[in-house]
């Protein structure tokens, strides 16, 4: 009898801890759910207003991006205006940086060799395929933490799942941030906007 009794609370308890689980695993399941929608639609387009820290500069950069789901693709700078045009060819992931005229002089993020044009990619490649370390739910949406390696990349949604805010930490140093505006996706209709301006 006493046996049975015990049963009954432990019970309980398994069930109260089951409830408070699903609950807790909304914000992963944007996360997922972002990461289905990008690999199906195969990439999308942003624009990025970032900072990237060199070690000995930090810049501040406008770049327009369209990039594939695995980080694949065209960066263009917008701003500062004295490189504005200049566009870059993302490869291997973000690994690795094609020029198709003139390159772009502005270092590589510390303990890598990532120029602060290959962040895009490697932010597009987290979400596609980097191991969701962490999610939690923010005021307005989702935060998703992705672990790649050495690097961690911090990523807000908004409550349509859409990124807004983007960060790239390398040895837990924070090395690139973003804001992330006019973001659409890639396949089907390139030029529907999903959300204008997320800034």
């Given at each position: ?52 820290d ?5 810049w ?5 991006c ?8 065209t ?9 504005a ?11 690795s ?13 510390p ?6 044009a ?28 992705y672990?790649?390696?050495d ?18 930490a390398v040895?837990?140093?924070l ?25």
């Amino acid at each position: 009898m006493r046996r049975r009794l015990l049963a009954v609370p432990m019970m309980l308890c398994l069930c109260l801890l089951c409830a408070c689980a699903d609950g807790g695993n909304e914000p992963l399941q944007a996360a997922l759910d972002y990461r289905t929608e990008l690999l199906g639609q195969g990439g999308c387009a942003f624009e990025l207003e970032a900072q990237a820290d060199t070690g000995e500069m930090v810049w501040a950069l406008t770049l327009s991006c369209a990039l594939d789901a695995a980080g694949n693709g065209t960066v263009t700078v917008l701003a500062p205006e004295s490189i504005a045009g200049i566009s870059a060819v993302c490869e291997d992931g973000g690994a690795s940086l094609r020029y198709e005229d003139l390159a772009l002089g502005l270092g590589t993020l510390p303990d890598t060799e990532l120029s602060p044009a290959q962040a895009p990619g490697r932010l597009v490649r987290a979400w596609a395929e980097a191991w969701i370390n962490s999610a939690g739910a923010e005021q307005d949406g989702t935060l998703a933490c992705y672990e790649d390696g050495d690097l961690t990349v911090l990523t807000w949604f908004n409550g349509e799942g859409i990124p807004t805010r983007a960060e790239l930490a390398v040895n837990g140093q924070l090395r690139f941030s973003a804001q992330i505006r006019n973001f659409s996706w890639k396949a089907g209709n390139e030029h529907e906007t999903v959300e204008e301006n997320l800034g």
